[in-house]
Structures are given as structure tokens and as C-alpha cells.
């Protein structure tokens, strides 16, 4: 089967329709891969079947997660012999609508974009229904006034992650007296990897009335804003206190937020773990090694391996066969009740 080649032309385009983020925040600043890349590997992949060109709009690079998120794709792209045009919107939507509009012009095959936020796509949905190209939304999910827009969804569930980290709780603090105080640092605003887990949690921890937030921020997913809100908090507050109360749970939207949390808690001669319950998403190694330590009790998993999935949809969608709406991705719960001595690293 003959693949495709990108044509050079289009990578002028390409590169030209992206901008690059010129301002000089955080988010910027945590940013490791800013580039637009064709990944292609037609020499390895001895089964390609469809010569697919695949455009993949990514949100950026944020997390340690996201980077493995981001390396699955283009493995899989390489092993399936896909040709995957990956473009880095560098945390901003306008970048991932022009990326998206970059693909239509190019006529791929199949978009694939991850969704910074829910809302605020119709429009460059529409254009790509008009252009006759399904869209796969993967990891984030969007709420559309139409669903049709997209031909569906891979990736994690992350309100069963929220739901997941509750039941923790409730399992750890069985016959304890409240009140116990909740310190939650959430993700991006508008993201559903962070309103979903926020739900999850909700729905089953207020049933129970000895839980209670006392503070609830977003830290963007990113460590260094993790590791600012507790350190502004402890500052302000003369200790990791409520009302003079200890706090006796941090609720955190992933792993990096956490890290940073930590950080700062081992400053302040808090004792993570212990002192303070360490809940967490992602379970990148850091936080498993940190679990393992003692020092969080709870990494409800989030699978960034989503590229074999994703590119397995694709190329069915692209062959005409009907695909489920959603496919959803196994994870699991890592808590400090088991033990995790022979577990395999989880490469990121
Ligand atoms: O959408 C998944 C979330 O996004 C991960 O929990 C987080 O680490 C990432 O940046």
C-alpha cells in the first residue's frame, strides 16, 4: 500500500497558520515541545493498511502526563504507519482552532484534537463536517449543542477517576469523626479532565456531611502553580490550618500539582502523608515513588496510552466502519493500603 507524503508545501502552511506563544507566563515557561511535527515511520510498519494522514492537535505540554500522552500518539503513528501532523497549541484553544482549520485545508483524513476546554467549538466543527472530515476528540470530552459534530470520543473517564478518589476516602476515614477538611487544588478551569473529577468527587463525598472544602483553586494543572497556592495559603493563613483546624485532606487534580504541593509542605515541616492525606490523579512515577514513601495516600491512575486506541478508531472510521461514540480506556487505583514493591515503571 502506498502511504502518502506529506507535501512541503503544506508544512509551510502549516508552520505559518500556528502561532507561537510569545508571551512570557507559566504555563509558557512549563512548555517543553512547541513545534509542529510530522511523525511517520512507513519503514516500520509493515501492516499499514490505509496510508492515514492523521491531524493531531494537542494542547501543549503541561504535565509530565501529557508528554507521555503526546509520545503515545506518535509511537503508535510510527508503529501503524500513520502520518500523524502533531501540532503543540501551547495551552491556548485559538492555537488548537487554527491548527484544526490547518488540517481541513490540508484535507487529512482524520482530525484528532485534545480539548483544552468543553466549550467553543461548533464553528470550527462545522467547517470540518462541511469538509467531509470526521473529528475523534481524545483524553478531554466537549459538550456540544450537537454530538454529531464528532464522530467520537477516546480516552479516560475521569468522573468514575473522581468517584474513584472518594471512595478512597470514605474507605481510609471509616469510623473517624469530622469535621475533616477538604483543601482541593483543581485543574483548568472549562477542562472536563478537571470539572468531571470535581463532580465524581462531589457526588459521593457530600453525601457524607463529616467532609467539608474549605478552599478550592485552580492550579492549572501545572506543578509550579500547585506548589504557589499552598505556599500563598500557608503564608497567609500562619500554617496549613482552617480556623485553627489542621487541614486533613488535599484533593488534587493531578500528579504535578501535587509534587509541587509537596514541596512545600516538607518546607513548612508539614508531614505529607500523614499529617495531611495526599490525594492525586495521574500516577506518574513521581507520584508512585511518593506513594511508596509514605507520603501520598492515594494516585488514582489516568492512562495516557491512548495512541494505538485513538489510531485504531481512526483508521476503522476512515475504512467507513461504524465506531462506538465513546471508548473509554482501563485504569486503576493505587492506594496505600496495598503494596506496589514489583510494579513495572510506568514510563512518565
Ligand atoms: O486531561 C488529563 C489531564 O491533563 C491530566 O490529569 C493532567 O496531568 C493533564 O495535564
Redesign the pocket.
Known sequence: MIVKSVRPFFLAVLCSLLVSCADGDDRRKEEADTSVRVVTDTDTAPDSETGLIVGFSQ?GA?????VR?SSSMQEAAAKMGVQLLYANAEQKQENQIKAIRSFIVYQVDVIIF?PIVQYGWENVLNEAVAAGIPVIVA??KLKLSDPSLVAGFV??D?LVEGENAARFLLRKYDGVPGPLLIFEIR??DS????ED?AIGFRKIINADRRFKFVYSESGD?LRSKGKELVENFIREKGGFVFDDRPIDIIFS????MTLGALEVLEEYGVNAGTDVTIVT??A?QAAVDALKDGKVNCVVE?N?DLGETVLTVAQKLSRGERIEYYTTVEERVFTEFENYDSLAPRGY
Request: net charge negative.
Open positions: 494542547i503541561e504535565s509530565a502526563w501529557r500522552n485534545v483524553d478531554r480516552g479516560p475521569h485543574g483548568t477542562s472536563s479532565a478537571s473529577r494543572f487534580h493531578n500528579d504535578g490523579f495521574d506518574e489516568c495516557p
